[in-house]
């Protein structure tokens, strides 16, 4: 399978693009292997990544590989801090494609070797030991690549409340509390944070609370959008995607550590 992916990334020209290891896992049974190489494209902006799935039928093998593809850009996202959409139809690929040679593309960023090679080896390790972590990773790119204000508002959030909830260390809350997400988002940054840097937006109990009321508010439509409604997301978002990507980045650094296939 083939797919190009679009973003302002391009790998380190020292990047050795080949896994060197098939990515295996096992579902319900199955196995399922994924070769991936990347390629660099000759339109800025863009790679190309080639993978080979291997499943007991080719529809089969199809979906779970585009799957493995989603996944992998939502590591690339929260790796870079950087926007990925991937097209598998080649269609949509050429319409994509039109649209970026439309505009100007900076790119701002590059994929190291080291990168590269955390995010093929962990894909599957961070699938069996760590769901809720890929789970906020895919919040993560969502908020990055949509368009809508209040959608990413939500998805950045969401990014934080799954990480807290998952792995704040709720034996530091009083019980009643440790399934509430405005103790865990708190008692987190107190986790990662220790030396004061904390993001703005998880800083002061009030502000989560207020954060914390409006996105349950967007969410379950218990308000209606209003221009101060988006307004007031819109303002939250710069900060909410910095302690989005702090997060994330933390949590890698400190709890997925365990490597398997590195």
Avoid at 1 to 6: I, K, R, Y
Avoid at 227 to 248: N, R
Wanted: aromatic share 8%.
């Amino acid at each position: 399978m083939t797919s190009l992916l679009f973003g302002p990334v391009q790998p380190d020209q020292k990047l050795h693009r080949q896994t060197q290891r098939a990515i295996k896992s096992h579902t319900e049974g199955r196995d399922f292997f994924t070769d991936i190489t990347l390629h660099e494209s000759r339109q800025p902006g863009s790679m190309r990544i080639d993978y080979t799935v291997t499943a007991t039928s080719p529809s089969s093998a199809e979906r779970a590989g585009a799957v493995y593809l989603s996944q992998l850009c939502d590591l690339l996202s929260a790796t870079t801090r950087s926007p990925i959409r991937f097209f598998l139809p080649d269609e949509d690929a050429r319409e994509e494609r039109i649209r970026t040679n439309q505009k100007a593309t900076t790119l701002d960023r590059v994929l190291t070797e080291e990168e590269w090679n955390w995010i093929t080896g962990s894909l599957v390790f961070l699938r069996k030991a760590h769901p809720r972590f890929l789970a906020a990773a895919s919040w993560y790119r969502k908020g990055l690549i949509g368009g809508d204000v209040l959608d990413n508002f939500c998805c950045f959030w969401r990014v934080i409340e799954r990480i807290a909830l998952s792995y704040a260390e709720k034996s530091k809350i009083v019980e009643k509390k440790r399934g509430e997400a405005k103790a865990c988002v708190i008692q987190l940054a107190a986790d990662l944070f220790p030396d004061g840097d904390v993001p703005e937006s998880m800083a002061v109990e009030n502000r989560v609370a207020e954060i914390l009321k409006l996105r349950n508010d967007l969410s379950h439509g218990n308000i209606p959008i209003t221009g101060a409604v988006i307004d007031q997301a819109s303002s939250e978002l710069k900060f909410l995607e910095q302690a989005a990507f702090e997060v994330l980045d933390r949590i890698k650094r400190t709890r997925v550590v365990s490597n398997p296939l590195g």
